[in-house]
């Protein structure tokens, strides 16, 4: 029997041979995948990688897609993308929130102010899932998940078993943390704090109406390219300062009103979008001596 067939034999509609990617992606950009495997739940995600210690198959985890670049000739072995079981939310006690990874940011802000708990309006900025955003250490307008984090269960890829990770045994930076490649979040607990429910609602809108004032929307970007140079100076200035605002490769181009967010007209390819960064990269570098940092993630072949 072969690969092809033992997989579909066993994990029958949940796994797919070159699945076009581009669906997949905030940019609608990407090649296929040669396997794409959406887990049920738990269970069956650790059977499929114990069954992967004999295939030994690469694994790519794709969240929501909303900072990632797929190269356009897709990736190989399998793309893991976690199905709607890992999307249900609920209390834990009056203050705590427990989620599935991939339950949208947004969904967990408008949660938290369905049951007066404060401190979550920033998720409802940042785009994806809160699996991702654990992992990018996300935030926005002073907030970032580290703030809010109690704990995250994860399945370990190596070992195919469950575990938890407290805050505390995890070390967060700006944009990132220490959790093992290793690991996959399966669910997230958080904690915000007690807040009458309209000055939630203020705090939520104001920090849209923020968004919606200096960020595009409605468009094929992945949010923020580079990362933030410090508090004091922003991707976007740099870009600006060194004339990059008005560089385009192919139907790729920088925003007109944020500079730090690329964009595909519709008609780019993801090389498009990567000439895009790596123009941008070294005429940063060679005019200041400062190196970008990407904070969206590039992947694929």
């Known amino acids: 029997m072969s690969l092809n067939e033992e997989l579909k034999k066993k994990f029958d509609k949940y796994i797919s041979n070159n699945v076009n990617l581009s669906n997949y992606s905030w940019f609608n950009l990407g090649g296929p995948a040669e396997y794409f495997f959406k887990p049920l739940n738990e269970k069956q995600l650790i059977e499929f990688l114990k ?15 909303s900072n990632t670049l797929i190269r356009d000739n897709g990736i190989k072995g399998v793309v893991i993308k976690l199905g709607s079981s890992f999307s249900d939310i609920k209390l834990k006690d009056k203050l705590t929130i427990k989620a599935g990874a991939a339950t949208l940011d947004r969904k967990i802000s408008n949660f938290a ?3 007066g708990i404060g401190g979550l309006e920033f998720l409802s900025c940042i785009p994806g899932s ?3 955003s654990v992992i990018m250490n996300s935030g926005c307008y002073g907030s970032d998940i580290s703030k809010v984090l109690v ?8 070992s195919c078993q469950e575990k938890e990770i407290k805050f505390e045994e995890i070390e967060f930076y700006y944009r ?3 959790l093992s ?5 399966t669910s997230v607990t958080l904690k915000g704090k007690i807040e009458s429910r309209s000055m939630i609602e203020k ?3 104001n920090l849209i109406e923020k968004k919606k004032l200096t960020q595009p929307s409605q468009i094929k970007t992945c949010g923020s390219t580079f990362k933030n140079l410090s508090s004091e100076k922003k991707a976007w200035q740099i870009i600006k300062e060194t004339g990059c605002s008005e560089f385009k490769e192919g139907d790729a181009e920088i925003s007109k009103k944020h500079c730090n967010f690329f964009v595909n007209n519709g008609n780019a390819k993801s090389s498009d979008i990567e000439k895009l960064i790596n123009k941008v990269k070294k005429t940063v570098n060679d005019k200041t001596g400062i190196k970008l940092e990407l904070e969206i993630k590039i992947i694929g072949e």
Do not use: M, P, Y
């Open 151 to 158: 704990s995250i269960n994860v399945v370990d890829i190596k």
């Open 203 to 205: 705090n939520q809108r």
């Open 113 to 115: 102010k369905e049951n």
């Open 176 to 178: 990132g943390n220490n």
């Open 51 to 65: 069954i992967n210690k004999k295939n030994k198959l690469s694994i790519t985890i794709l969240g929501a897609g």
């Open 130 to 132: 809160i699996g991702g």
């Open 181 to 185: 490649k290793n690991f996959i979040i």
